[in-house]
């Protein structure tokens, strides 16, 4: 059964962030012992970005093309089917 008191004890964010002692999430473990061994390089603020590579070239109309014919076709497609179940 649940007691009276419970209403009160509802976790409360202001609370925990106010607490003297903080763990370290897992990640933040994880990454403190890696880089005790093998501490990471310097990195840019602002690396320089690759170009994103395509595998095949396609003109920017192709893909709205390909679009309106899908949905050109599901418009047929509904139609037809109500035209044979309206016989």
Not at 7 to 18: T, V
Not at 34 to 60: D, H, I, L, Q
Not at 68 to 76: S, W
Request: with cysteine.
């Amino acid at each position: 059964m649940a007691e009276q008191g419970d209403d009160e004890r509802e976790f409360d964010i202001k609370w925990a962030d106010a607490a003297a002692h903080k763990e370290p999430s897992a990640r933040a473990r994880m990454l403190a012992a890696r880089w005790k061994e093998n501490p990471p390089g310097p990195v840019p603020f602002r690396p320089e970005p690759t170009p994103a590579r395509r595998s095949r070239e396609r003109r920017p109309w192709v893909s709205t093309l390909i679009v309106f014919g899908c949905v050109a076709a599901v418009i047929v497609l509904l139609g037809y089917t109500s035209m044979r179940n309206s016989y």
